[in-house]
Each structure stands twice: as structure tokens, then as C-alpha cells.
């Protein structure tokens, strides 16, 4: 596994053996300022996945961002878009609004993403769409 950042806010890394990305969001981020190398963490990562990648997004400690930060999320997913990611699955968060911002992100973008209950069935069924299995 390769950690690109692990911080209070966030946790993004890539697993080359399965070509999947994990991103894990943590807490309340007021604005972007509070997440300055967080756009730039996704550029590396996207840039050492394989086209057809995965990603494991877990939202549980999510809460809910304010307008700034959502236009952050929606820059991600284009990224995540042109890049050909090939299936999104997330553990939503537990805060009602921010399932709502998670929700639109992805419908704004056009691309629908798999909710799961637990990062464990999550893993399993990107294993069986993406036919990787350990």
C-alpha cells in the first residue's frame, strides 16, 4: 500500500496489487484553506493508479462541508472521471446532509457510485467487478 497523505482531514493511498485507491474523509473542513494539498494528494495518486482503477471512498466521519469545499469534491470527481475510474464504491456518512453532498457530487458528474454498509463488502465487490481477488 502506498500512503499519499494521512492527515486529520483525510486519508488518501493506492494499493498497486489491486490498482484501487482509498479515500477516507474525516471530519469538518470550514473551508479549503484547511486542506491545502488536498486537489494536489489526488493528482499524485491518479497518476500512479492504472487506467481502469477503483476506489474505496469512506465517507462514515464525514460531516457536512460547506459550498467551497463541495466545489473541491466536485474537482475531484471530474478528475476521477477523465481519468477512467472504472467502479466507485463509499460507505456514506452518517451525517444526513453531508449523504446528500456526497450524493450530488457524484450525480453531477454523471457517474453513480455503490453504497455499501462497511469497508469490508465494499472491497469484495470492487474484487469481483474489477476481477482482482488476493
Given at each position: 500500500?502506498i500512503?499519499?497523505?494521512d492527515n ?8 498497486p496489487?489491486?490498482?484501487?485507491i482509498?479515500?477516507r ?12 494539498n488536498y486537489?494536489?494528494?489526488?493528482n ?5 493508479a ?6 474505496l ?7 457536512t ?6 466545489a473541491m469534491h ?5 478528475k476521477l472521471l477523465?481519468s477512467?475510474v472504472?467502479?466507485?464504491a ?6 444526513r ?7 450530488g457530487?457524484?450525480k453531477?458528474i ?13 472491497e469484495n465487490?470492487?474484487d ?5 481477488t488476493?
Amino acid at each position: 500500500m502506498i500512503t499519499v497523505s494521512d492527515n486529520q482531514f483525510y486519508e488518501i493511498a493506492y494499493e498497486p496489487q489491486k490498482n484501487r485507491i482509498y479515500m477516507r474523509i474525516n471530519n469538518y473542513w470550514k473551508s479549503p484553506e484547511v486542506v491545502p494539498n488536498y486537489l494536489n494528494d489526488w493528482n499524485k495518486v491518479i497518476g500512479i493508479a492504472s487506467p481502469g482503477f477503483t476506489l474505496l471512498a469512506d465517507f462514515r466521519n464525514m460531516l457536512t462541508h460547506p459550498v467551497s469545499v463541495k466545489a473541491m469534491h466536485e474537482t475531484v470527481a471530474t478528475k476521477l472521471l477523465e481519468s477512467n475510474v472504472s467502479y466507485v464504491a463509499e460507505v456514506s456518512p452518517t451525517d444526513r446532509i453531508a449523504v446528500l453532498q456526497v450524493s450530488g457530487v457524484w450525480k453531477q458528474i454523471g457517474k453513480g457510485s455503490i453504497k455499501v454498509a462497511d469497508i469490508a463488502l465494499g472491497e469484495n465487490i470492487l474484487d469481483q467487478l474489477a476481477g482482482t481477488t488476493d
